[in-house]
């Protein structure tokens, strides 16, 4: 019976590992990004350092459309999903004009690599 047990589990967890996501790989992705933002100081946007956890529009020091202001979003790993899959169709009216990360894959990684970035 145990033996049972342990190969469900070794089952159900299989996918979980086969989808975790790669922060090196983030690394990669996130050159996409490196044409406006920088990790440590803003630029063309916003700077990234620790925006996981962070309220959407709440870096100081940088003039964000009024759309993002009011958007309500703290970037968790689901809204950054859904932010990296289109900004503009996500919150209509912002600045930011990138078309998206359209492989969830890349998304994934790239998501794992911001996590990584302390604030500066």
Not at 47 to 65: C, E, P, T
Request: some cysteine; hydrophobic content about 45%; glycine content about 8%.
């Amino acid at each position: 019976m145990r033996k049972w047990i342990l190969a469900v589990a070794m089952i159900a967890a299989a996918p979980v590992a086969a989808n975790a996501a790669d922060a090196e790989a983030g690394k990669t992705v996130f050159n996409k990004c490196k044409a406006c933002h920088q990790v440590d100081k803003n630029a063309v946007g916003p700077h990234l350092g620790g925006i996981v956890g962070r309220k959407a529009a709440s870096v100081a020091d940088y003039n964000y459309s009024a759309a993002l202001k009011k958007s309500g979003i703290t970037w968790d790993e689901a809204a950054l999903d859904k932010w990296l899959q289109g900004p503009g169709k996500d919150v209509p009216g912002t600045k930011m004009i990138f078309p998206g990360v359209k492989d969830a894959t890349d998304r994934a990684n790239l998501i794992a690599y911001l996590k990584t970035l302390k604030a500066p």
